[in-house]
């Protein structure tokens, strides 16, 4: 059973950048569809992003052409690089895994959470 732990939040102003990382263990990420969700206030949990054990990658609309979703097999560690990031972007992130087949983007598709970093855009 794989253990997922976050780490790379922070605050950062609209325009800025950061890279969120996924550390994994008791199993191999790359055995796995690795993804990103997050939660704003308020809100479900909705995908941002997800690289398969082939590592073909996919993307929420919103998201597309600033966020960049990328594993190391030697670190056992998936990433999220975001750039220009905007308020709308605020949310706690979260790292997941799923054994499933056909590239999952629902919440339900994952058994694997980490616990959650925040990421907070200010204006």
């Known amino acids: 059973q794989v253990q997922l732990v976050e780490s790379g939040g922070g605050l950062v102003q609209a325009g800025g950048s950061l890279r969120l990382s996924c550390a994994a263990s008791g199993g191999t990420l790359s055995g796995y569809t690795m993804a990103w969700f997050r939660q704003a206030p308020g809100k479900e949990r909705e995908f941002v992003a997800r690289?398969?054990?082939?590592?073909?990658?996919y993307y929420a609309d919103s998201v597309k052409g600033r966020f960049t979703i990328s594993r190391d097999n030697a670190k056992n560690t998936g990433y999220l690089q975001m750039i220009s990031l905007k308020p709308e972007d605020t949310a706690v992130y979260y790292c997941a895994a799923s054994a499933r087949s056909g590239g999952p983007t629902e919440v339900y598709e994952y058994s694997y959470w980490g616990q959650g970093t925040q990421v907070t855009v200010s204006s």
């Open positions: 690289i398969r054990r082939s590592g073909t990658t």
